[in-house]
């Protein structure tokens, strides 16, 4: 147990200077740090409901347009938004991610699987679902299901396809220059020790 005391003292020493030195910043690059998950969890909420949009279309579902939008935009936000949290924005808010390519990989992991494919993947049962309940498109017999299932979501993939890069490339990018912020962030003076 006492060996693992100077380790958490260095551990908090570091949280306390990023979190000292990420509060000099001017405000919009602080904003970056502090909002860059939730700007990944909008657009996750945008795939959803295009890729909502597209296969509600293939199956021809009218009905029940706020009861499956509302979790096609909330489900992904929610997910995208703690995932980048998770991976990318506090581990390098404690100094866990100090690497610019790591950041980079994680932020387009994220932004690709969390951000354009979750959203997609999310919204074949739930249209599926209501195309049963309403009886809207003529659903496959039971040997052909799996079949069925992809040759509809194959246009729709197609159709995501540009979102979902765009999302990958986001993800990347956000990633980069939260980690250049950081950077300079530590590289400031300590507060009251500037040279006059």
């Not at 979750?118 to 052909?144: D, I, M, T």
Request: aromatic share 8%.
């Amino acid at each position: 147990m006492e060996n693992h005391e100077p380790d958490d003292t260095i551990k908090e020493n570091l949280i306390d200077t990023i979190t000292r030195k990420t509060n000099q910043l001017p405000e919009a690059e602080r904003n970056l740090l502090e909002s860059g998950s939730t700007y990944i969890g909008i657009n996750a909420a945008l795939c959803g409901l295009i890729a909502n949009s597209h296969f509600r279309r293939i199956l021809h579902v009218t009905q029940a347009r706020i009861a499956a939008g509302l979790p096609m935009a909330v489900i992904p936000f929610l997910t995208a938004h703690v995932s980048y949290q998770g991976f990318i924005s506090l581990p390098l808010s404690t100094g866990d991610l100090h690497c610019e390519t790591c950041t980079i990989i994680r932020g387009g992991l994220v932004g690709l699987v969390f951000g354009g494919l979750y959203p997609v993947f999310l919204a074949l049962p739930v249209n599926g679902g209501l195309a049963a309940r309403y009886n809207s498109a003529l659903l496959p017999e039971k040997g052909n299901i799996l079949n069925y299932w992809m040759r509809i979501s194959k246009p729709v993939f197609r159709k995501m396809l540009f979102p979902i890069l765009l999302q990958t490339g986001f993800g990347a990018y956000l990633g980069s220059r939260q980690y250049k912020v950081l950077i300079k962030a530590l590289q400031l003076p300590e507060p009251g020790l500037e040279m006059h």
